[in-house]
């Protein structure tokens, strides 16, 4: 037993090293040869697990070559734009100038029905109000509108605005975050007195409190336990 989780072990931190290394964009959304090396790994991880007779480097080297192909394949992708195109493909324009564009709509195996789909997902309901509709490589259908369709900016209204900075916990779940008071320029005893101002006797008691740039807080208080 304790050979099988020592193996169990060895193999998940390997695997979580090795998509660490990969970088967050592989663990959002994968290209073509990231999909390939991501199920590659994790039928190559699980044989060594099934399999106590396997050594367990039969496993975790391919793990390594695959991860070193990965990381060659990117950064060689990065420098040749021919090399990235043979790789990972290129943006297909499934709609232009509210029109559709229906042999790339076959060379891509895309439906009306998921393209249709897509938009709804979206919220775009008109056809005739997309200028652009571009499959990217990664699969995901991005969107472009009509300007006279896209949401209206407070700039193009010419109206004043004001931005409050980027908001960061400082309350999680009963507990402050010091090193985020500490960024913003605070302490405690402004944040004693803060929730004080807004009822609230103690930190304890907030599930989730937020303070942006301008000292704009919001807060959520627990809820009661059933």
């Given at each position: 037993?304790?050979?099988?989780?020592?193996?169990?072990?060895?193999?998940?931190?390997?695997?979580?090293?090795?998509?660490?290394?990969m970088?967050?964009?592989?663990?959002?959304?994968?290209?073509?040869?990231?999909?390939?090396?991501?199920?590659?790994?994790?039928?190559?991880?699980?044989?060594?697990?099934?399999?106590?007779?396997?050594?367990?480097?039969?496993?975790?080297?391919p793990i390594?070559?695959?991860?070193?192909?990965?990381?060659?394949?990117?950064?060689?992708?990065?420098?040749?734009?021919?090399?990235?195109?043979?790789?990972?493909?290129?943006?297909?324009?499934?709609?232009?100038?509210?029109?559709?564009?229906q042999?790339?709509?076959?060379?891509?195996?895309?439906?009306?029905?998921?393209?249709?789909?897509?938009l709804?997902?979206?919220?775009?309901?008109?056809?005739?109000?997309?200028?652009?509709?571009?499959?990217?490589?990664?699969?995901?259908?991005?969107?472009?509108?009509?300007?006279?369709?896209r949401?209206?900016?407070?700039?193009?209204?010419?109206?004043?605005?004001?931005?409050?900075?980027?908001?960061?916990?400082?309350?999680?779940?009963?507990?402050?975050?010091?090193?985020?008071?500490?960024?913003?320029?605070?302490?405690?005893?402004?944040?004693?007195?803060?929730?004080?101002r807004?009822?609230?006797?103690?930190?304890?008691?907030?599930?989730?409190?937020?303070?942006?740039?301008?000292?704009?807080?919001?807060?959520?208080?627990?809820?009661?336990?059933?």
């Amino acid at each position: 037993m304790a050979i099988v989780i020592a193996r169990t072990l060895t193999v998940y931190f390997a695997l979580l090293l090795t998509m660490r290394l990969m970088g967050k964009r592989q663990l959002g959304e994968m290209e073509l040869s990231e999909f390939v090396v991501a199920a590659l790994i994790a039928d190559l991880a699980a044989h060594p697990l099934q399999d106590m007779g396997i050594p367990l480097l039969n496993g975790l080297v391919p793990i390594a070559v695959l991860f070193c192909c990965e990381v060659l394949i990117a950064g060689l992708s990065m420098r040749f734009i021919r090399l990235r195109s043979f790789f990972f493909g290129k943006p297909s324009l499934l709609i232009v100038k509210g029109t559709i564009n229906q042999t790339e709509m076959r060379r891509n195996r895309f439906t009306p029905d998921e393209l249709l789909q897509e938009l709804r997902s979206q919220g775009v309901t008109d056809i005739a109000s997309i200028e652009y509709a571009i499959l990217e490589t990664d699969g995901k259908l991005n969107l472009i509108l009509f300007p006279a369709e896209r949401p209206v900016t407070s700039a193009q209204l010419q109206l004043p605005t004001q931005d409050g900075g980027y908001p960061h916990i400082v309350v999680s779940d009963g507990r402050v975050l010091k090193a985020n008071l500490e960024h913003l320029g605070l302490d405690l005893p402004w944040l004693r007195e803060e929730l004080k101002r807004q009822g609230v006797e103690k930190a304890e008691d907030i599930y989730l409190m937020t303070v942006d740039e301008s000292r704009h807080s919001y807060l959520t208080r627990k809820e009661a336990s059933a």
